[in-house]
């Protein structure tokens, strides 16, 4: 730093040089927190790019495993309607009906005429 010399002896700073160096370091300054901003841009779309690629990995992979899941639960309900179905036809009621409760086909069909004619 310059100093100059007064009469009375002592050394006052020359103000001239601190004002290029502020304007110097303005300059600095400015173009380091442009850079900054741009870095710190770049950075974060970088970020939110494999952030994309995670998150489309990861739907991509339970959309693969609910599809599988999917296809095991109509498996399910596919043996379960047929379970259904056999389990209220008719053959198997007619055999329940002959085997357990000792029931017949019968031999003669009786008609019954109601009082007024109508059938019914």
């Given at each position: 730093m310059m100093h100059r010399s007064s009469s009375r002896g002592f050394a006052a700073p020359v103000t001239h040089t601190r004002s290029r160096a502020r304007a110097r370091?303005?300059?600095?300054?400015?173009?380091?927190?442009?850079?900054?901003?741009?870095?710190g841009l770049v950075a974060g779309l970088c970020v939110v790019y494999v952030w994309q690629g995670t998150r489309i990995h990861e739907l991509t992979a339970r959309r693969?495993?609910?599809?599988?899941?999917?296809v095991e639960v109509e498996e399910r309900n596919r043996e379960l309607r047929f379970q259904i179905e056999q389990a209220f036809s008719l053959e198997r009621i007619s055999r329940?009906?002959?085997?357990?409760?000792?029931?017949?086909?019968?031999?003669?069909?009786?008609?019954?005429?109601?009082?007024n004619g109508e059938d019914g």
């Open positions: 370091a303005r300059t600095v300054s400015i173009g380091a927190v442009a850079f900054a901003i741009a870095a693969t495993a609910a599809a599988a899941r999917l329940i009906a002959r085997q357990q409760l000792g029931m017949v086909e019968p031999d003669i069909v009786r008609y019954v005429r109601t009082a």
